[in-house]
């Protein structure tokens, strides 16, 4: 299977401060991508997501930025609280004749109290 | 809405015997699912996509022998582990799109599998 990565950076950052979560996607033709976030066993959550279109979407508490040119996406978390803790991933959809989605290697989030 | 779900949530078995896991889409139709295996600390890596009436699709390098794949009904996929063996040990998810929003995933809350 395809996967980006084997390891898993870590995040720690203080409760209330802003995370910023990256992501480096590998394919230049994917027109859409998703932010994930899965807490200790169990399956992934969608948090938000942005179309090749887009540079730039809000959510509550969360914004994704995508930049196409160095195929970079984030994810901030504005006043991150500790159930913010979680892994992160993001994911991009590519077009092999019907999608498929792929994730990329994911963040570790610790939110200190 | 576009609710997963996954039976068992934890499974032990023997080296050798077999395991089925179920997929189920409750609140929405599916004609497509996927498949995903995750070790500890790890990405999630496709497996397959199971396509209802049709043959799953496998990944490259995923045995299609050893993961059987079923998805007899647009509510219900299944993957059986043929022979297990310990290194086959992983945490198993399963994902549905809706025809509503194809292009996102909803996923269920995973199968803890150990093989002994």
């Known amino acids: 299977g395809e996967s980006v990565g084997l390891h898993l950076p870590t995040l720690s950052v203080q409760e209330g401060d802003n995370s910023i979560i990256n992501c480096a996607y590998s394919?230049?033709?994917?027109?859409?991508f998703i932010w994930y976030k899965q807490e200790s066993g169990k399956g992934p959550q969608f948090i938000i997501d942005i179309r090749s279109n887009m540079d730039k979407r809000q959510g509550q508490r969360v914004t994704v930025l995508l930049n196409k040119t160095v195929k970079h996406l984030s994810l901030q978390i504005a006043a991150t609280q500790p159930g913010d803790s979680a892994v992160y991933f993001c994911a991009e959809n590519k077009d092999t004749g019907g999608f498929k989605t792929i994730f990329g290697a994911g963040t570790r989030l610790f939110v200190k109290a | 809405g576009a609710v997963v779900s996954q039976h068992p949530s934890r499974v032990i078995c023997k080296s050798g015997t077999s395991v089925k896991i179920e997929c189920r889409s409750l609140d929405f139709q599916a004609t497509t699912m996927f498949w995903y295996r995750q070790f500890p600390k790890q990405s999630l890596m496709l497996m397959a996509t199971?396509?209802?009436?049709?043959?799953?699709?496998?990944e490259q390098g995923v045995e299609k022998d050893k993961f059987l794949i079923n998805h007899a009904s647009l509510t219900l996929s299944t993957l059986t582990v043929t022979s297990a063996h310990p290194e086959d040990s992983s945490f198993y998810i399963c994902s549905a799109p809706t025809s509503r929003a194809p292009d996102t995933q909803y996923f269920g809350p995973g199968t803890r599998l150990t093989v002994l």
């Open positions: 199971s396509n209802e009436g049709s043959k799953a699709t496998y």
């Open positions: 394919n230049s033709a994917s027109d859409y």
